[in-house]
């Protein structure tokens, strides 16, 4: 009895070791990022889901600057100005526009894809790996709330940089999400008009105006 009651209190002391190194890990990628005015990223994108016989790999880049984003990825171009977010679908000449509120949206969006961590989740430490000489330390994390599609969240991080290199999420549904950075910016000269929708640019598109 004493035996596993001792083997109980070890695993418990292991467990909250690697969630305080993990919470220490998450904090200071949070502190770098919020260090940034902004963050221009390309990145690897790719869906599998072997049950469903789906597999994809594209590329994409996302600007970000504090909640806004221009990211462009398969083709579409996605514009959050903070308030609004602007889907324009230059194939189908197509735009869509709703009211977004991130602060109420628990999904990892664009704007969030740094610091999604920051709640709702719980964390432990997990593998390392050499990606050409840089050491990527893997942190797992754990939706808290059990209705989540996610079923848990690898993020992988430049133990040198504190940057985020690989996010991999893995679904309830079999299917697996990974974005692997390709490019990371930060500080960059941006137009000021960046983050501004123009309709005058889309005479031709049909705008579709969800609320």
Do not use: C, W
């Not at 600057?65 to 903070?82: A, F, I, P, S, V």
């Not at 189908?92 to 969030?112: A, G, V």
Request: proline letters at 2%.
């Amino acid at each position: 009895m004493i035996r596993k009651i001792m083997f109980l209190v070890f695993v418990i002391g292991v467990t909250t070791v690697q969630a305080q190194s993990a919470k220490n890990l998450l904090d200071e990628v949070s502190q770098k990022v919020k260090g940034y005015t902004n963050i221009v990223i390309g990145f690897k994108y790719s869906i599998n889901n072997p049950t469903e016989n789906v597999s994809q790999e594209t590329r994409g880049d996302v600007t970000l600057q504090g909640n806004k984003y221009r990211l462009n990825l398969m083709g579409t171009e996605q514009l959050y100005d903070g308030k609004k977010l602007y889907v324009i679908v230059p194939e189908d000449e197509e735009i869509n526009i709703s009211s977004q509120n991130e602060e109420d949206d628990n999904s990892i969006t664009p704007s969030k894809m740094l610091t999604f961590y920051e709640d709702g989740y719980s964390y432990k430490m997990d593998i390392v790996q050499d990606v050409k000489g840089r050491k990527i330390q893997y942190v797992k994390l754990t939706p808290i709330d059990s209705k989540s599609d996610l079923k848990e969240v690898l993020l992988g991080i430049d133990k040198q940089t504190k940057h985020i290199y690989k996010m991999i999420q893995k679904q309830n549904n079999g299917s697996n999400v990974t974005f692997t950075v390709t490019s990371f910016k930060t500080n960059q000269p941006l137009s000021e008009t960046l983050f501004v929708f123009d309709e005058s640019k889309y005479e031709d598109y049909y705008i579709n105006r969800l609320d």
